[in-house]
């Protein structure tokens, strides 16, 4: 019956594509083209004011058309623009009129930092592949932001050049001077290069006006494929930088107990290399030595109840800049999906897998690192001119150990995360001038396990796979499919604990298509997706199939939370831009999934319905509803048999005031409920002022509630060794509040300070067993567990159960099971970073973090009472200086 379903499901999704090589849209649009102009004097002084006699002579181009609000008008202000160039250098002139220059607004912010200022960008497709660009924007306070799109409609912010540029005000409106040095684009050399170029302005006063010189329509598709063309450009050869960027650090480390010294001052030394160099085929070599990320933002807090890790974005700039060439997606969308990948740059340097192991003697202190250490990791991308994109990663990380000291005196070590070595090799070709892609990905991660007492780890894992994704010539019909492999090796410890993970539990009794080896020291898998779309102007639809098999590992270098699954959707959009008497633009979406096992069990279907709207005084709103038929639960009985899960549904909404005001606010609420009695509620207020235009202060608090009536507590044996799922009711309750403050003394001096405070606790009660894991009624499902009966621990953790109340115990713990208690878990981080680039692309960072964080375990949740009490934890203090300086050899 699946393959059935999957069978038609795979012929209505191939139906569409049948019409993919149908004949090209015809559109109005003009394609544009200007010609740069050679200096063969001195060169042009960047200082923004255009009054150089070269720009008297260039031929200027303009007659902006609008993209937002009013598609395909002409822009309300006018602004044209020169293209000029040297040996080294590509100059672009730009002119925005305003007849009220006095409204011009530029607010002063750290570099690549979006704000509601006027802005100016230009944008290079060097490569001329129609599918990749790198762009370059001012705006009037001269805040530069770069970023390098890819696969024509995707965008890497995260990208960085050395470039420069200036921008001037006067009584006629603004200009702006770009100066980009050849060496930073990537090109093929050729007598005369013809490049795609795009230049466009965004005018927030008149209702977040867009105008651009090559424009395309909402109607139509694509991004950098509409670009015009740059021509004139002759005997300019691609020159091959390499950036030299060595940084010295030191920091001091201490614990500021209010009752006693747990640690004296530590203090740190340190010093490591960045490295660039490209080459003349258009690949870029970037590497690091040693790297530290001392200066980057910690992650949000939580206290995660589920077996499942969390995602985090990845904030070191090694990894971020250029990882999208890297990204192989198993994923589609925003949903649960969506964070699935091979490649997941935070597993390198990730925190240690191991624990502390003492000897059993009294101890006063441990001493653990938070990350492991990378020694050094290098990458090569970059596109070839034949349509070849390549991207080679290696990195390595070293052994780390927990360093035990005794009240005695003595000490004791293990190892808590072996040495390893990362490598990642991702290729991709374009055909039909990138309309057509295919390509492949191929990883490893080897540790090295000898003497370290990691044996449980797998020694070495392994990742492939290869995507296609199709549009047809008119970018009305899309296909986007991928497939992979993996394949793990180890001790048959470490390949028992693969096939017992939450993520697949092999053990369980009720899944004949799952079984345990436990002799195995293998595991394999796959996994893959299949998504088909239509983009006709307004709607737009999407109807895919995404895969992965129980044995599928990919977690060691990628990211994927569960597996054993199929997941059909339908997505259904429509978007509507022109401005009305209420809308400015609005758009909604209707979607519909369905899941089930590799074993036929289904998991549940359900739909929603979301839509967002920007009103004509630019306030947003949104909201949706989400309806699910319960299905079939593989993992809430850790392993146990599968359990019934209730029909269920939630809603949600948004509003957002104005954002170009000074003062602006925001706010979220969602809200679950299921048949079973379960409620959570989640409110998220925002406030933002800028009570100067270099000042910036934000305050977001969040609150979050849950009323659960079969939340997991542990399992229980009887007396013939036969489980009992324990489940009780709960009470969550938690709130975090955000603070953040941004002083940008000038384009090159900055001050960030980021403040959470992270408070929850919980209330376990109502103790009930598992009766029938099949049953859809909760009555029947459940039996609850006599209250007089129940055995607690000294901290409040259920250790027994008398079910007959005889005064003998009949459930007791199973050895290796942890249980869940009542708690309170408080966190309070912060720093502050002050950040000055006193030549270009050399930086200065100052840096003080403090992090503290307080357990207890008993129910309590009083926000202002915990607040205050978070000032009194023991903190960790690390002061740090930071010091690099880049080298152009």
Known sequence: MKYTRLLILLILVWIPALTLGSPQVKTDRQERTISAVQINGSRIVIDGRLDDK???????????????????????????????????????GIRAYDDQPHLI????????????????????????????????????????????????????FDWNAVWEGAVNI??????????????????????????GFNVYREFPRNDNELALWSHWSHEETGFVSNYGEL???????????????????????????????????????????DIRKSFDLGLTFSGTINPDFGQVEADPAEFNLTEFESYFREKRPFFMEGGNILNFSLGFGDGDNSSNTLFYSRRIGRAPQGRALSDGSSVERIDVTESTRILAAGKVTGKLENGLSLGLMTAATAEEKAVIKYVDGHESSNVIEPATTYLLTRVQQDYREGLTTLGGIFTSTNRSL??????????????????????????????????????????????????????RYFQRPDAPHLSVDSSATSLSGVGGK?????????????????????????NDLGFMRGVDNINEFVWIGYRHWEPGDIFLNYSFNLNQWANWTFGGESKGFGGNFNGNATLKNNWSVG???????????????????SIQSSNNMSTWMHINTDHRRNLSAGGSGHYFYSTDDVHSMNLSPSLTWRPRKNVSLSL????????????????????????????????????????????????????????????????????REVDDHTASDFGQRFATLPSQGLSFTSWGALNGVDIDQDGIVDYSPTPGQGVYSDFNYSQLTSNVVLRWEYSTGSVMYVVWSRGAEGYQPQWKFEPTEDRESLMDLDADNIFLIKINKLLNI
Request: charged share 20%.
């Open 54 to 92: 070269i720009w008297e002579s260039a031929p200027r181009q303009g007659d902006f058309i609008q993209r937002n609000p009013d598609d395909g008008s002409k822009g309300t202000q006018d602004t044209d623009f020169a293209v000029c160039y040297d040996s080294d250098v590509l100059y672009v």
């Open 105 to 156: 607004d530029g607010i002063l912010t750290r570099r690549d930092e979006s704000s509601p200022s006027d802005w100016l960008y230009i944008s290079i497709d060097s490569y001329h592949d129609h599918r990749t660009a790198f762009e370059f924007g001012l705006n009037a306070a001269g805040v530069k932001q770069d970023l390098r799109r890819f696969d024509d409609t995707n965008a890497d």
């Open 170 to 195: 006067d009584d006629q409106g603004w200009s702006a001077e770009f100066a980009i040095p050849f060496r930073e684009l990537r090109f093929n050399g050729s007598e005369e290069l013809v490049w």
């Open 231 to 273: 021509t004139g450009l002759t005997n300019i050869e691609p020159v091959q930088p390499f950036y030299f960027t060595p940084f010295v650090l030191g920091s001091s480390a201490i614990n500021d107990s209010s009752t006693h010294l747990l640690r004296e001052y530590e203090q740190v030394a340190n010093f490591g290399l």
């Open 450 to 503: 000898d003497s370290t007492g990691m044996e449980y780890l797998r020694e070495n894992a392994y990742t492939g796979g290869i995507d296609f994704n199709h549009r047809s010539d008119d970018r009305m019909y899309s296909i986007e499919s991928a497939i992979a492999f993996s394949h793990v090796t180890g001790s048959e410890d470490a390949i028992l604990r693969t096939q017992l993970h939450p993520s």
């Open 530 to 554: 299949f998504i088909v779309g239509r983009s006709d102007g307004k709607w737009n639809t999407f109807v895919g199939l995404i895969g992965t098999s129980p044995g599928l590992e990919v």
């Open 623 to 641: 909201g949706g509803m989400n309806l699910n038929k319960g299905g079939i639960v593989p993992f809430h009985l850790h392993g146990g048999p």
């Open 700 to 767: 977001g608090p969040d609150f979050h509630f849950l009323d659960d009536t079969w939340a997991w507590i542990t399992t229980l044996q009887d007396t013939t060794n036969q489980p009992h799922y324990i489940f009780s009711g709960l009470k969550l309750a938690q709130t975090t509040l955000t603070f953040r403050a941004d002083i940008t003394l000038s384009t090159t001096l900055s001050l960030q300070a980021y403040a959470q405070a992270f408070i929850t606790g919980a209330d376990f009660f109502d103790f």
